[in-house]
């Protein structure tokens, strides 16, 4: 069954590509600023589902051993990741403000440009392939750390005082995720409006809520290790994109010189433009290949010096709970 859904949402892909190569003839103008607004509405829906899927793990990682007895202590955690999502919304309106007011005094393309580049930043961080073990790992551990602290204490001290600290262990494992998104999504938010970042961002927040369902509620045993580097796979497309996207928005703002090949302007699609954010300039492709040279090389680098072997292997599945915190310490 999930094969076959599978096929067919690879085939709904390709029906779009083929759509898009026979409707948007010719060669694609250098000078258009975006691509489709289809692509920054995957490019989204892909950011904020791979965010909320590192939430949900560090969450489930924060709540795996807090059975029986316990248990009463998963309902501050949950109540600090709600708060966490509220000002999350709260930093979005915030943040759309303050780039409002800034549009009155800069210009619209040198704005664009800055918020794209802070985008990219913002997408290398996420993606975190090299500094693996202190983004990732440290701050699981750091998390782990804090609630056996928390639960350790907790006869020693109030149980207000404990109430509050998970309340807060809750509210950072959600807020960072938040506010990375909010920060990276201000670039589309200039150039497409809020109708497509709020389309975007509920596909993934649905598919989000679909992990988050069967983690919490229905106790499912999910494949997470192969979920992440599924997502980070994506990332690393919405990364080409976005660098695409970026070096020729400053090419606009005459941040940078464009400097077309000829022979490519008559052969490339207007879709691999539009879909891919691939244009006929120099700037812009080299722009790409350093950015797929980071990510590989950031990739492969990351597994030597933690000297994986360079195959991922599977290893034997142990109890559910144990399972999560492991899967979630050595996502590569």
């Excluded at 409002?100 to 996420?126: F, K, N, R």
């Excluded at 804090?146 to 262990?169: F, Y």
């Excluded at 052969?267 to 492709?285: D, K, N």
Aim: a positive charge; charged letters at 15%; hydrophobic letters at 55%.
């Amino acid at each position: 069954m999930i094969a076959a859904i599978l096929c067919v949402a690879a085939a709904a892909v390709v029906a779009v590509l083929i759509w898009q190569g026979l409707t948007e003839k010719g060669a694609p103008d250098p000078l258009r600023p975006n691509t489709s607004s289809t692509v920054a509405f995957l490019d989204i829906g892909v950011l904020v589902f791979r965010e909320g899927l590192e939430c949900i793990l560090v969450l489930a990682a924060i709540t795996a051993s807090m059975t029986g007895t316990k248990q009463a202590h998963r309902r501050p955690v949950a109540v600090g990741a709600g708060v966490a999502f509220g000002a999350t919304l709260i930093t979005w309106l915030i943040a759309v403000r303050i780039l409002g007011s800034l549009m009155e005094s800069v210009p619209a393309l040198d704005l664009q440009a800055a918020t794209g580049l802070l985008a990219v930043v913002v997408l290398l961080v996420i993606m975190n392939w090299f500094f693996h073990k202190i983004y990732w790992g440290g701050w699981i551990r750091a998390h782990n750390r804090r609630r056996k602290t928390l639960l350790a204490n907790g006869r020693r001290s109030t149980h207000s005082r404990l109430w509050w600290g998970l309340v807060l262990l809750g509210f950072t494992s959600l807020y960072r995720e938040g506010f990375e998104v909010v920060l990276f999504l201000q670039s589309y938010q200039l150039r497409l409006g809020g109708g497509v970042v709020l389309k975007g961002a509920l596909l993934g927040l649905l598919l989000s809520g679909m992990v988050a369902v069967l983690t919490f509620v229905l106790q499912q045993r999910l494949p997470y290790r192969k979920m992440l580097i599924t997502t980070g796979i994506l990332l690393g497309v919405v990364l080409l994109v976005m660098v695409g996207e970026q070096a020729q928005e400053m090419q606009l703002a005459h941040w940078i010189s464009r400097t077309e090949i000829p022979w490519l302007v008559n052969i490339l699609p207007a879709w691999v433009g539009m879909w891919f954010a691939i244009f006929p300039t120099y700037e812009t492709l080299l722009a790409q290949g350093v950015a797929a040279i980071v990510v590989v090389g950031s990739y492969y680098g990351a597994r030597h010096l933690r000297g994986l072997p360079p195959e991922f292997e599977e290893t034997p599945q142990p109890a559910p709970d144990a399972r999560i915190v492991e899967q979630l310490e050595t996502v590569p």
